[in-house]
């Protein structure tokens, strides 16, 4: 805090922009946001090396348009999307069955609000990739944050790490103070900050009794948010734990081949990709087993399948 108020007494403006690795020190952000001395925070979604070609982009864009405003950045859904048709061609030959809800969507979301409240934990992609660090519920794992159990389940069976590891909420915006300590919208999950829930959220509040938020808005993300509201209606909780869609030390999937086979080797119920639901007993037994050896290819015929639209 030293370095920020130090910062502060020398250029003495009220906006505080922060990039690079440090930024996604969420504890570090919500003490700025909360202590001052800045009024406005802004941390780049994409902090880190990445980050860098959003940061190139802006700066040409200043140099070229003098004048013209950058409009906010209100959400970072900006990498590949797949079609239905897609996905279904890639896991072809690997699964038996799947479930298409094309034109279906409210159908979608109560079935898997109902799967999510019955203890399941959910592959879930939707639309674009995130760019970034953070899945933002577009490339993400779901889970009912009441369940005390389900930090050990995800750590132990899916995630494959340590057992402390904690995992975040993701909230619908209009319910954020009722539930969080938290006075502004927090759509990166860049910050930190008290739970103060009515509800009982071990799966997601920390031993300090913090939370790191994502806040859902209908505007940037019309899908998270209606499963958020059908998972509402459901069970009277708004907020659903939110986890990155991967293993441990690998990348957090892309593709539908990259979700079928973090399925496969993982411990989840039900994946999602856009409109199309595949339960996990409609995996081939034979993927299954070839995907639980560490390093081994897939079966030439369904890596072919697999990897037809990556």
Same mark, same amino acid.
């Given at each position: 805090m030293a370095e920020v108020?130090? #910062?502060?007494?020398?250029?003495?403006?009220?906006?505080?922009?922060?990039?690079?690795?440090?930024?996604?020190?969420?504890?570090? +952000?919500?003490?700025?946001?909360?202590?001052?001395? $800045?009024?406005?925070?802004?941390?780049?979604?994409?902090?880190?090396?990445?980050? %860098?070609?959003?940061?190139?982009?802006?700066?040409?864009?200043?140099?070229?348009?003098?004048?013209?405003?950058?409009a906010r950045l209100d959400?970072?859904? #900006?990498?590949?999307?797949?079609t239905p048709d897609e996905?279904?061609?890639?896991?072809? %030959?690997?699964?038996?069955?799947?479930?298409?809800?094309?034109?279906?969507?409210?159908?979608?979301?109560?079935?898997?609000?109902?799967?999510?409240?019955?203890?399941?934990?959910?592959?879930?992609?939707? %639309?674009?990739?995130? $760019?970034?660090?953070?899945?933002?519920?577009?490339? =993400?794992?779901?889970?009912? !944050?009441?369940?005390?159990?389900?930090?050990?389940?995800? +750590?132990?069976?899916?995630?494959?790490?340590?057992?402390?590891?904690?995992?975040?909420?993701?909230? &619908?915006?209009?319910? &954020?103070?009722?539930?969080?300590?938290? @006075?502004?919208? =927090?759509? $990166?999950?860049?910050? *930190?900050?008290?739970?103060? =829930?009515?509800?009982?959220?071990?799966?997601?509040?920390?031993?300090?009794?913090?939370?790191?938020?994502? *806040?859902?808005? *209908?505007?940037?993300?019309?899908?998270?948010?209606?499963?958020?509201?059908?998972?509402?209606?459901?069970?009277?909780? !708004?907020?659903?734990? +939110? *986890?990155?869609?991967?293993?441990?030390?690998?990348?957090?999937?892309?593709?539908?081949? @990259?979700?079928?086979? =973090?399925?496969?080797?993982?411990? &989840?119920?039900?994946?999602?990709?856009?409109?199309?639901?595949?339960?996990?007993?409609?995996?081939?037994?034979?993927?299954?087993?070839?995907?639980?050896?560490? @390093?081994? !290819?897939?079966?030439?015929?369904?890596?072919?399948?697999?990897?037809?639209?990556?």
């Open positions: 108020r130090h #910062l502060h007494d020398t250029v003495r403006v009220d906006n505080l922009c922060m990039a690079g690795g440090v930024a996604l020190n969420c504890v570090a +952000n919500g003490r700025v946001r909360r202590e001052g001395p $800045f009024k406005r925070l802004f941390v780049q979604p994409a902090a880190g090396d990445a980050g %860098g070609a959003l940061g190139a982009a802006a700066l040409a864009h200043v140099r070229t348009c003098a004048g013209e405003a950058i959400h970072v859904y #900006l990498g590949p999307q797949y996905v279904i061609a890639s896991w072809r %030959g690997a699964v038996s069955t799947w479930v298409d809800y094309r034109g279906r969507e409210s159908e979608l979301l109560i079935e898997v609000a109902d799967r999510l409240a019955a203890g399941q934990i959910i592959g879930w992609c939707d %639309g674009r990739m995130e $760019f970034g660090p953070r899945a933002l519920g577009a490339r =993400s794992i779901l889970a009912d !944050p009441r369940d005390a159990t389900m930090r050990e389940r995800l +750590n132990t069976v899916v995630k494959k790490r340590e057992a402390f590891r904690p995992f975040a909420p993701a909230v &619908l915006e209009d319910q &954020l103070s009722a539930h969080f300590d938290l @006075d502004r919208p =927090s759509p $990166f999950m860049l910050d *930190t900050c008290l739970t103060r =829930s009515p509800l009982s959220l071990p799966a997601v509040t920390h031993v300090d009794g913090s939370a790191r938020v994502q *806040t859902v808005h *209908t505007d940037s993300a019309p899908r998270f948010a209606g499963l958020l509201q059908a998972f509402a209606e459901r069970t009277g909780c !708004p907020i659903l734990l +939110n *986890t990155s869609f991967n293993m441990s030390d690998e990348p957090i999937v892309c593709s539908p081949a @990259d979700a079928l086979i =973090s399925f496969a080797r993982s411990g &989840l119920d039900t994946l999602v990709f856009g409109d199309v639901l595949l339960d996990r007993r409609c995996l081939r037994e034979s993927v299954v087993a070839e995907c639980q050896v560490p @390093d081994a !290819p897939l079966p030439t015929t369904v890596a072919d399948a697999l990897y037809a639209f990556v």
